[in-house]
């Protein structure tokens, strides 16, 4: 393999690592919080780019953009609001029967809306034949938007969770909701609020990857899938592991289609779920079920 071809696959093997990391990161807010896995969350990212499309037509792309991610975050507020705050102490299967209803929900609604049809933001600069020379490789200019835009949410997160009292308050509830309660915490408020952080954070990626991408009603199922591998293997919970995960799984599936096909990919990604669920349930890094975003 030449020093090219090698740099090809390594940039594209951390562009979509850090698209998986910043989906599962969306899925270990929510659990972190409430405990609940929601594989709706890749239709959020799919939301995000949609929203922001058809928003672009009319609108300039920042203010579209801007404007996605504040709709898919007051969605994600409503479904939290509709569909799982009435709930009261719901078993985990009901949960994900329910969250996987929400995907297919929602996804048959972008169908409705959008048609089958395949759409993408234009390139934030340059366009699809527009590229930089970074270690021999030849990177499209919208691949370090991903890569800057990205890696910019996953700083901010940190700083939230770490220094910030919204984020101090729902650290509390994720590790006791009812000590929390009786701090004075409103513990629901916290969890409508992670649902609309996940959807926030998720809308943002999907705008800065759909250039690349491209965005068709049901892109998020793939993403779901890819962004919980990603978490199971960084370690549910564990949301600074899930960026090594992400990477990690990302470089693998690029180097990969040197020796599968392409069509084969996927399987990637599941065959890896399955070993670890098997060999190592707890993911690489030892995070446990009660994990509270410690790493955040």
Sequence with gaps: ???????????????????YAIVAIGFNIIYNTT???NFAQGEFVMLGGMIAISLNTIIPLVPAIALAVVITMIIGALIEIIFIR???????????????????L???????IWGEGVRSLPYFNGNEISSIK?????????VLWVIGICGIMVTLLSIFFRFTSLGLDMRACSANRLAATLCGINARNMVTFSFMLSAGIGALAGCVMSPITYTQYDCGTGLAIKGFT???LGGLGNSMAAVAAGLLLGIIEAFSIG?????????????????????RPNGLFGCNETANLKEF
């Design 259 to 279: 020796v599968v096909p392409l069509a084969f990919q996927d399987a990637i990604s599941i065959s890896i779920l399955l070993i670890i669920l098997f060999v």
């Design 1 to 19: 393999m030449t020093a090219e071809l090698f740099s090809q696959y390594l940039f594209a093997g951390i562009t979509y690592g850090i698209i």
């Design 134 to 142: 970074i270690l021999e490789a030849q990177i499209s200019p919208q």
């Design 86 to 104: 009435w709930l009261d102490n719901p078993s985990v299967l009901r949960m994900i029967i329910i969250t996987i209803g929400l995907s297919i």
């Design 35 to 37: 405990g609940i896995i």
């Design 106 to 112: 929602i996804r048959e609604v972008a169908l409705h």
């Design 230 to 232: 990603v978490a199971v």
